[in-house]
């Protein structure tokens, strides 16, 4: 049985200030809501990449807001101490502010306790309005998932002088105007080691190296379900299986992995 007690917002923000690692994976249902819990792990993101991995498309742009809510409702039935975060899909906050609020508003009345959106100084004017509100946001710089066809794929992002002055400044205007986290995906470790010195808010890992607050794989990539993972993914179920362990072990295993800094070894998971 779980013993945490709920993890709020301030609770982390103390963590991340003890230097104690945050640890996120992606969760869709609440058969897996109750093992990440049970497992200790800090915050569960119900991501858009459901597209992805339930949903078999190529990219997260078809996912719905009423599906994101769908999800988010699941996860949020079984929850009992992380700290849910729910992704805002495509489409869902780019026509305007009311639209934008109107959206998180639907993801928090599904159990949200925080919103996640991705961009950097355009979605400013939308972070000061859902946050004026009392909706806590993440944002998500790097390889923003819903910017794959601008970008030019699935590429590192910040490679070049310009690029990683563009998500410094990024962050940095997100930060000011109130994000309470940044998702940074695709990073060279060395950006990701500056912005997670210059940022006074907690930076949560993907693909960025070990220098951040925090670190999130999707759940499925973790379990060794993709058979084409990226470079910074690691197959934790492989290594539970290997001891006689299952899903839940594999779990723990990446969480512990997180909190001692063995995991994302960068010579091995970064760029």
Known sequence: MNARKPLTLPRLRAMAAAGEKLVMLTC?????????DAA???LLLVG??????????ETTLPVTLDEMAYHTRCVATARTSAFLIAD???????????????????LM???AQMVKVEGGAWVVPLVRALVERGIPVCGHLGLTPQSVHALGGWRVQGRDEDGAARLRADALALAEAGVAMIVIELVPTALSRQLAADVPVPLIGIGAGPDTAGQVLVLHDL??????PARFVRDFMADAAAAGGGIAEAVRRYGQAVRDGSFPDPEVHGY
């Open 88 to 106: 805002m899909p495509f489409g869902s906050y780019h026509d305007s502010l009311e639209q934008g609020i109107a959206s998180a508003v639907a």
């Open 28 to 36: 869709y249902d609440a058969t897996f809501a109750r093992v990440l």
């Open 223 to 228: 379990l060794g379900l993709n058979p084409h």
């Open 109 to 111: 009345r599904a159990g």
């Open 40 to 42: 200790g792990v800090d």
């Open 48 to 57: 858009d990449s459901l597209g992805n991995v339930l949903q078999g498309r």
